[in-house]
């Protein structure tokens, strides 16, 4: 009923940027929470940031001050801003949303989109 599609990701040198984005698509009523994971060989998926419905984030120690999420509701599209990239930021980047498909429907449905690769290294 709803896909995420990740955009963005690719190969950057230590101390780049880049910005992944997160189209949602299909039977839409509003979104509620946008994250982003991360998950690096051989370890577990990981919140690094995550925006509400009204705006409020937080994010995981590792990244504040050098990422910013956002999220734009006209488009159903979130953002995951970077910079001051590190090579352990490697990982595939998941985005995931928390939608709710009808004004009667509940509970909200999470899902997940496929994945996108960011690799830091010179």
């Known amino acids: 009923q709803v896909q995420l599609v990740e955009s963005g990701g690719g190969l950057v040198q230590p101390g780049g940027s880049l910005r992944l984005s997160c189209a949602a698509s299909g039977r839409i009523f509003s979104i509620n929470a946008m994250g982003w994971y991360r998950q690096a060989p051989g370890k577990e998926r990981e919140l690094v940031a995550r925006?509400?419905?009204?705006?409020?984030?937080n994010y995981a120690d590792s990244v504040k001050g050098r990422f910013t999420i956002s999220r734009d509701n006209a488009k159903n599209t979130g953002y995951l801003q970077m910079a001051s990239l590190k090579p352990e930021d490697t990982a595939v980047y998941y985005c995931?949303?928390?939608?709710?498909?009808?004004?009667?429907?509940?509970?909200?449905?999470?899902?997940w989109g496929q994945g996108t690769q960011v690799t830091v290294s010179s």
């Open positions: 995931k949303a928390t939608i709710v498909h009808c004004s009667t429907c509940w509970p909200a449905r999470d899902y």
């Open positions: 925006i509400t419905g009204s705006g409020s984030t």
